[in-house]
């Protein structure tokens, strides 16, 4: 693996936990008035969440890893191209990868998989940032391995591309569970991201079932 590859990769990862502390101690200690719903307690413990996170948290970093180790030259080239590549890449990357986990999710809706694989994650009606990854390790699994797809079927991709997938990847996952809705203009995606998901754990489960752009659920039906 390119080492260059290897160190941004690393990067991004650090960046998402510090991320998810950030949107974590915003919901629940700086201000907690902007939460989207009310939050209800549940009966997971916090030593549960953390094994359960951590776990999935080393799953994901093998299976990333991993890939890139054994079949990376079919993901990533070490070919250098503009910048307007870069994000087309990305983002075709991404929208493949919603498209694939739009069914994905949908499929995980079924009752059968719902009661053992996705109801794991549906168990917690009020997620933070930090229970974003509170899933079934088969279900972290089905999601990372979406996001390699993607990347290798619009692939072989730049390394700057690959990196800045995996960005929003991870960015976007957090941000759809911060449960927080903030006033600056900026976080005006945040902000949609967050209430479009908060829809799909608390009112409507069978609506907005893609993570990153609304155009599948709009397109299938289930978009609110
Ligand atoms: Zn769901
Ligand atoms: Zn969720």
């Known amino acids: 693996?390119?080492?260059?590859?290897?160190?941004?990769?690393?990067?991004?990862l650090l960046w998402s936990g510090v991320l998810m502390a950030i949107m974590q101690y915003a919901a629940v200690v700086k201000m907690p008035e902007k939460r989207i719903r009310e939050p209800r307690p549940n009966k997971i413990t916090l030593k549960t969440k953390i094994i359960n996170v951590t776990g999935n948290m080393g799953v994901a970093l093998v299976l990333i890893?991993?890939?890139?180790?054994?079949?990376?030259?079919?993901?990533?080239?070490?070919?250098?191209?503009?910048?307007?590549?870069?994000?087309?890449?990305?983002?075709?990357?991404?929208?493949?990868?919603?498209?694939?986990?739009?069914?994905?999710?949908?499929?995980?809706?079924?009752?059968?998989?719902?009661r053992k694989v996705h109801g794991v994650h549906h168990y917690i009606r009020h997620p933070t940032a930090f229970e974003s990854i509170y899933i079934h390790p088969l279900?972290?699994?089905?999601?990372?391995?979406?996001?390699?797809?993607?990347?290798f079927i619009v692939g072989p991709v730049s390394i700057a591309s690959f990196?800045?997938?995996?960005?929003?990847?991870?960015?976007?996952?957090?941000?759809?569970?911060?449960?927080?809705?903030?006033?600056?203009?900026?976080?005006?995606?945040?902000?949609?991201?967050?209430?479009?998901?908060?829809?799909h754990h608390g009112v409507h489960l069978n609506r907005n079932y893609a993570s990153i752009f609304p155009f599948w659920d709009k397109m299938f039906g289930t978009y609110s």
């Open 1 to 12: 693996m390119p080492q260059e590859l290897l160190i941004a990769v690393i990067a991004v």
């Open 65 to 114: 890893f991993g890939v890139l180790l054994i079949a990376g030259e079919h993901l990533v080239s070490t070919v250098a191209v503009p910048w307007y590549q870069v994000i087309f890449e990305a983002f075709a990357g991404l929208l493949v990868y919603d498209f694939m986990y739009y069914f994905f999710h949908r499929g995980m809706h079924h009752p059968k998989v719902m």
């Open 139 to 151: 279900e972290g699994i089905g999601g990372v391995s979406l996001m390699l797809l993607g990347m």
């Open 163 to 199: 990196v800045l997938a995996l960005f929003i990847y991870n960015s976007c996952n957090i941000l759809v569970h911060a449960n927080i809705t903030w006033d600056s203009k900026l976080m005006v995606l945040p902000n949609y991201w967050a209430k479009r998901h908060d829809i």
